[in-house]
């Protein structure tokens, strides 16, 4: 058994928040920055700008109206909105009246609607026009929910009902709300069964938010941030939600997370989370657009440098030189392009990303360091900005302890473990041990340097048929890193060999077909020889870096697109295994026939 702590401990970071509640962090925030931006939104005329002052008068006035609709302390509030400005003083405003507020996901069918918001319990919903039709298909069945608010274009939506409400007093709302409250659900992804609600507290969400501005070395005030990922998510409640209401950045909204590559270069945050695949993406046209000439020069310099700040040392001065003038020809107008050019911590999470696009970013000068964290822990327990170390996922955050048992189970105890799952006390009991250690289900292992590396889920481990342990997200990571490949999937349990089902990437294929003036859709270049060609080239060089029992034999290239919250991904676009193999099957069984 190993264990490895920050040095600064978890009674430190608890001291540090005492008596903290999301209220009252905002209520200093709106204090400190009054009439400066806090939130901004892309409108058909241009932008439209809301200042701490404007968010806090809707989000207090958002508190009378629940309480006119009777909403009492401890009571479920549900959010099915879109990455819009009016989020943040609904929520905010929610808390404001002593309630539990929480976000569903997008995408839900009426089916899920009706379990989320049933389990939950909720008595009020906020939903976006666009998905009120899915709410009121299921209402008639649930029996707790008394109110359902329209947020956009309408009749008696939101924006018109709290003009006719006086606010309530900020600090009045503040002093009422404890930091042991409820304050969300976090619902899992429910690839295992019916999805659980996470309870995490005030105290577990304030303690959480202390560590996380420690990590990241910066001052936030002011700064621009993007939101886009949905804030069913834990990274994108604390990183775009609560972070801000705590720090003061200003936070713009992308409603459609299909337009974030069309929102960095107007937005320029400069703190930015991702998911591996935003990042692959970028990387995958980057390499593409530059010259192959001096991508390899930009990044061997690039690469020197890093490793130099690494180690802690000054990188020679020549180096640094001939870096400099390529960054100003090449990288820093490609950085702009991108919206890049102002980023000053970047951060990568929600499922395991290749080395080689953490390398990528750092050596053309963004500075990308790899997170680890579950919902149950709020979000996060490792990461490591200063000096990250590709393929980790760094140490651990203040006031967190990690343990790693024999078997390589990850556990972690701190102030941001939660407080069990709502209304399921033996699943609560299946990952919440006596002593408050919270169990991953992830295998990790520690280098000697205490960096620690994810190895891949638990229960996910592939043992092959000759009886040898192999981990399909770390092979599945590389095979990403193949520019025409958009997603894999490693197959091999119970088998004698590994395979792979792969789908092309529809904007690495589309230029791809534009340069060899090759007509036809994903599934026609599917079936071309050239792209099976310069897949098995890939496979190739990824099978040179694997042993001989992880490398893959055979592989398919799928016609399809596999699209975010569907079958086989969830919304943050990690694999749902379970999915692919029962959407697949025969796919699959082929590539093992004789």
């Known amino acids: 058994m190993t264990e490895l702590r920050h040095e600064r401990t978890d009674e430190a970071v608890l001291a540090a928040v005492e008596g903290q509640t999301i209220p009252r962090l905002f209520a200093e925030t709106v204090k400190r920055f009054g009439d400066q931006p806090a939130l901004r939104a892309k409108t058909a005329d241009g932008w439209a700008e809301w200042t701490w002052d404007d968010y806090a008068e809707r989000a207090t006035r958002t508190a009378a109206l629940l309480a006119d609709r009777g909403v009492q302390r401890g009571d479920r509030v549900a959010l099915m909105l879109r990455n819009r400005i009016e989020f943040h003083p609904i929520d905010m405003g929610a808390y404001l009246a002593g309630a539990t507020a929480f976000s569903v996901y997008n995408s839900s069918s009426p089916e899920q609607i009706e379990y989320l918001l049933g389990h939950s319990e909720a008595v009020i919903a906020f939903v976006d ?125 992308c409603p459609d997370p299909a337009a974030v590559a069309a929102y960095l270069p107007d937005v320029r945050p400069e703190a930015f989370f991702g998911p591996p695949r935003i990042f692959e993406k970028m990387r995958a046209a980057l390499m593409t657009a530059l010259p192959a000439d001096v991508l390899d020069k930009g990044l061997d310099l690039g690469r020197q440098l890093f490793e130099a700040k690494v180690r802690g040392e000054q990188a020679p001065a020549e180096v640094q030189a001939a870096f400099d003038q390529l960054d100003a020809a090449v990288f820093g107008p490609v950085r702009a392009k991108v919206g890049f050019d102002a980023c000053q911590v970047a951060f990568t999470g929600a499922a395991p990303p290749p080395q080689e696009v953490i390398e990528f970013f750092n050596f053309i000068g963004v500075p990308l360091a790899e997170v680890y964290g579950l919902s149950e822990d709020t979000g996060l327990m490792t990461s490591e900005v200063r000096a990250p170390r590709p393929g980790s996922v760094g140490k651990p955050i203040p006031g967190c302890t990690v343990r790693l048992l024999d078997d390589g189970e990850i556990l972690c ?5 939660f407080s069990g799952y709502f209304k399921d006390p033996e699943k609560t009991a299946e990952v919440l041990d006596a002593e408050g250690w919270l169990h991953s289900g992830d295998i990790g292992v520690v280098d000697d340097d205490g960096y620690i590396r994810i190895v891949d889920r638990k229960k996910e481990l592939i043992i092959t048929a000759g009886g040898k ?57 599917a079936e071309h020889p050239e792209v099976r060609a310069e897949i098995e080239h890939g496979v190739a060089s990824v099978n040179e870096r694997l042993s001989n029992v992880e490398r893959v034999k055979k592989f398919t290239i799928l016609a399809d697109e596999w699209m975010p919250d569907s079958v086989v991904l969830t919304p943050t676009m990690k694999l749902k295994r379970r999915g692919v193999l029962e959407q697949y099957g025969p796919v699959i069984d082929s590539l093992y026939a004789e």
């Not at 329209?150 to 924006?159: L, S």
């Not at 609600?197 to 501005?213: K, Y």
């Not at 981990?471 to 792979?500: F, M, W």
């Open 469 to 525: 342990n192999i981990s399909p997200a770390n092979i599945e990571a590389a095979l990403k890193t193949i520019p025409l490949v958009g997603q894999a999937c490693v197959i091999g349990d119970k088998r004698h060999y590994i395979t792979a089902l792969v789908t092309l990437d529809p904007d690495v294929a589309a230029a791809w077909a534009a340069q060899r003036d090759v007509d036809g859709g994903l599934a026609a270049l």
């Open 129 to 253: 026009a666009d998905f009120a039709k899915s709410v009121d298909e299921v209402r008639d069945r649930l029996p707790h929910l008394r109110d359902v608010i329209v947020v956009g274009e309408g009749i008696d939506t939101w924006a018109d009902l709290i003009e006719g409400v006086g606010p309530v007093s900020l600090a009045a709302a503040v002093d009422a709300v404890e930091p042991t409250d409820l304050a969300t659900f976090i619902y899992t992804s429910g690839t295992t069964g019916p999805p659980k609600a996470v309870m995490l507290t005030h105290r577990n969400i304030c303690w959480l938010l202390e560590s996380l501005t420690e990590v990241m070395g910066m001052e936030l005030a002011q700064r621009r941030m993007l939101s886009y990922l949905p804030m069913a998510h834990v990274a994108e409640r604390i990183f775009t939600h609560y972070l801000p209401a705590r720090e003061g950045a200003v936070v713009t909204p």
């Open 413 to 417: 105890r701190g102030g941001h473990v």
